[in-house]
């Protein structure tokens, strides 16, 4: 599990074509904060560390035989916040292997998103250049920069997908106009026109092409989108699209309720649903109730309703999502909300399902249940101070989606209410840690008791021969001791400068690299300890506040 930017190149681009642009995203990488890891002499020390991205050339093969000239970075130089390597190289194209039929970028994509089989020849006339792990980390954003001005230049020679949204594409092109002499707009798969112009040129069916379309297009899909597609596409693609998708999945299973969900957003008809759906559970039985209670709880008869889901990713929201995103939706699954943003008077709903399937069962008495069980219900406020243990317990059973959203928008306030009032509210702020900075009490609390305990590492007998040795020494003894710290350079070329020119701030360092780190909040904690000069003082203040 993770957080992918991908990005293909057709075959079809010239030495000419990629040259052109590569020359342009070095212009980027300069502007950017892009870092590379690399092992360096600092000090005449080997040291492990980040610096800035730049382009070089490089060995590779178990000899060393080949070389190759690129720019690469795993994470970015201003945060030190690294994920997975990402490479472009100058010469990606060689001499004489041009394809000019190869064709549309996209099609190096399909077999990931789609039914098509990777090994097909059709979709591996393409370069699969970009396919790592970001994990939403601050470079994300610059690397998308980066993808969105290559599509934007090579056009259909190019394709960016992954964990993306409208939102970032549309702040990637931002960020890169700032420094490009030709400006650029956003991918075509941002652009429901533009995007259904490149789709409907590739060599596909109609059926084929509505998939292409609705798996890659890039932005909100809602009521708007599912016109485009009527308006698009034929009566029979769209009915051979849906029979597909609804074949895949088992009445009540979560792949069913997000397509139910999609089907009525895009304002399809609910008659016509009846006939895609099975309604077979695993066992064979019939389930004509468990589908009818699916579309009650949708809550289409209700015109003042809450759909917001706290789970569901939005496509115009710019910040990246991470990791813990991709869980939340693992781990909250049954919180998911249905209801679904459209009113259908309920005379309208009895009147489809009874045409539908109202020869299979009784779908008014089903519908009179649940209103009925549905008018018992209370509204209740989980996040009152009030509230009982057995009302909590019966808002999470009677909708789940709005409890949750009541606890995540409890939380974002809260959020937001330290945000204002601390200028440090997370562990990953103190290394921005200014004098005078105010900071959240439990990190002051946590703050000072490190500071206390890792002190207590200067009794000990190693650190005490360690003084007795030259400054190199003891610089080397930090690159040996390492197991956590990936810092920059000019990180290092400060604290060695600190050791050789004042032999007693060695008690600054050596602690830090005694202690297990053991979380991502004491690992953000320590190397602000190692290179703030004003977060470790102020550490001392509160360590000694501590003692008194």
Known sequence: MGIFINMIISK????????????????????????????????????????????????????????????????????????????????????????????????????????????????????????????????????????????????TKAFTYGDITRGQC??????????????????????????????????????????????????????????????????????????????????????????????????FDLERLCGYVSFQDGEGNLKYDIFIKCVMDAKFHLVDKNCEDALKIDQEEEHPYGIWTLMAQFAFSGAKNKKVNRYIPIKEIRSALNAGIGDKCNVDEIIDAYLAKEAEQMKINIMDEDVSDEDFDMAIRQDPADAFHQVMEKTRENGLEKLEKYDINDYDDMIFYEKGDTMRPVLMKSLGGSRKFLDTALEEEEFSELMEEDSRRRCEWLIEQNRYFLMRDKDWEKIFADIEENKESFGRYYPLFRVRIESDGLMDMSIALLINDDLYAYSKELAEQEEE
Not at 66 to 91: C, F
């Open 170 to 267: 549309k702040k990637a092109v931002e960020i890169a106009n700032e420094y490009l002499e030709s400006p650029i707009e956003m991918p075509d798969r941002c652009d429901v026109k533009r995007f259904l112009k490149r789709v409907s040129q590739l060599p596909l069916s109609e059926n084929e092409q509505l998939d292409v379309f609705e798996k890659f297009y890039l932005g909100t899909k809602d009521a708007a989108f599912g016109a485009y597609i009527r308006q698009s596409f034929s009566n029979e693609a769209i009915e051979a699209f849906w029979k597909q998708e609804f074949a895949g999945y088992k009445l009540g299973t979560i792949g069913f309720n997000d397509c139910f969900y999609n089907y009525m957003l895009w304002g």
């Open 12 to 155: 079809s681009v010239t030495r000419e074509e990629w040259e052109k642009v590569y020359e342009e995203t070095l212009l980027l990488v300069k502007k950017f904060p892009f870092a590379e890891k690399r092992k360096i002499k600092i000090h005449d020390v080997d040291t492990i560390c980040l610096v800035p991205t730049e382009e070089r050339e490089t060995t590779y093969r178990w000899n060393r035989e080949k070389t190759q000239i690129g720019w690469n970075t795993v994470g970015d130089y201003t945060y030190m916040r690294t994920a997975e390597n990402y490479y472009l190289p100058r010469n990606l194209v060689g001499d004489n292997k041009v394809e000019p039929e190869a064709g549309d970028a996209i099609f190096g994509a399909l077999p990931a998103y789609l039914p098509y089989d990777w090994n097909d020849e059709k979709f591996n006339h393409v370069y699969q250049e970009w396919g790592a792990k970001t994990q939403g980390e601050p470079y994300h954003m610059y690397l998308l920069a980066i993808a969105c001005l290559i599509e934007a230049r090579l056009g």
